[in-house]
């Protein structure tokens, strides 16, 4: 499928990543903008993502995030989300100057820690059309205290403040290992499934992805909380899809903030584990993002799509 190279600016950095022009007849489509979760890099099946959206009438713009992968940004390796939520919406501009985007049918994609700004995203920026969340972080604060076992919390609270005192005097950020082998090793995501798939997809797909973030980068996901932005996304559909057996974000936190949205809404709770959805349950979590999209920013004639019955909203 043909992609072509971007780059934008996003007022104080360049990001970089691709488009991926829809397939079918006509001049402009609807455009779908896509980044990745917690310090994974676009190579790290985002083109499958957008290969399917393609398929059906859509364009997908996908971007590297600050600090990550392609794209510029320092200090290399730091994960701020509010940030990142400004560049989403540095990215939907950029769309909307390109010949092949219809400006006023532009939706947002969102997996894991970009599944948590999709939402604020959608909240806060109208010319948003339709959002899709998938295994998302909904609560920071929450979640890191399932993450890290209680007693471990002061130890963790200990380094963030030395770090802060360090980088006061003018020291560069500590850092700390995205993933571990042993899962009660330091680490941003100490969970096994974690520590599989990010090894296991940099082996395969993304040599460019580096096993470390700044330590406040895991501070700074303990003050986030996106599900308070949940309830404002209405009017604009938002279909959120977690996972059974989501052990990194999990799936009770993302159930409770989906009874806070408001119509139109639909949850889709897959099967598997937080990285399962992007393996053996690519094709439904793919399917069901595409219909979504098709059925609320409008679709190609039904030969033109592959088989996959419409998600009606509730």
């Keep these: 499928m043909t992609r072509r190279d971007i780059e934008f600016s996003a007022e104080d950095v360049t990001l970089r990543g691709w488009f991926y022009p829809a397939q079918g007849p006509g001049t402009s489509h609807p ?9 994974a890099v676009k190579e790290m099946y985002l083109d ?65 820690y970009s599944g948590g700004h999709v939402l604020v995203v959608g909240a806060q920026d ?37 770090d802060r005192l360090a980088r006061f005097h003018g020291q560069a950020p ?8 042993d899962p009660l090793a330091p680490s941003a995501l100490p969970t096994p499934d974690s520590y599989q798939w990010f090894t296991e997809s940099h082996k395969s797909m993304a040599p460019s992805w580096r096993n470390e973030v700044t330590l406040r980068s895991v501070e700074m996901l303990g003050e986030y909380v996106p599900a308070s ?17 989501d052990v990194l974000t999990p799936t009770d936190l ?28 690519f094709d439904q979590s793919s399917s069901l993002a595409r219909d979504w999209f098709t059925k609320h920013l409008g679709r190609l004639p039904e030969s033109s799509i592959p088989t996959t019955e419409l998600v009606n909203d509730v």
């Design 31 to 39: 455009t779908i903008v896509m980044a990745h979760g917690y310090s």
């Design 48 to 112: 499958r993502y957008a290969e399917v959206f393609a398929a059906a009438g859509l364009n997908a713009l996908v971007f590297d995030n600050r600090n990550f992968g392609a794209s510029d940004g320092e200090p290399r390796q730091e994960i701020d989300p509010w940030a990142q939520i400004r560049d989403y919406r540095h990215a939907i501009t950029y769309a909307t100057t390109l010949p092949e985007v219809d400006v006023n049918r532009i939706g947002v994609w969102g997996s894991s």
């Design 126 to 162: 109208r010319r948003v059309k339709a959002v899709v969340s998938q295994a998302a972080l909904v609560d920071g604060y929450q979640n890191f205290r399932r993450l890290v076992r209680p007693d471990f919390i002061a130890g963790f609270q200990e380094q963030f403040d030395a």
């Design 174 to 181: 500590a850092m700390v290992p995205v993933v571990a082998e």
């Design 229 to 245: 932005f949940i309830e404002y996304i209405s009017p604009t559909p938002l279909l959120l899809l977690p996972a059974v057996n």
């Design 254 to 281: 993302a159930i409770a903030a989906y009874e806070k949205a408001r119509e139109p809404k639909r949850i889709e709770i897959l099967p598997g584990g937080h990285f399962d959805i992007y393996t053996k349950g």
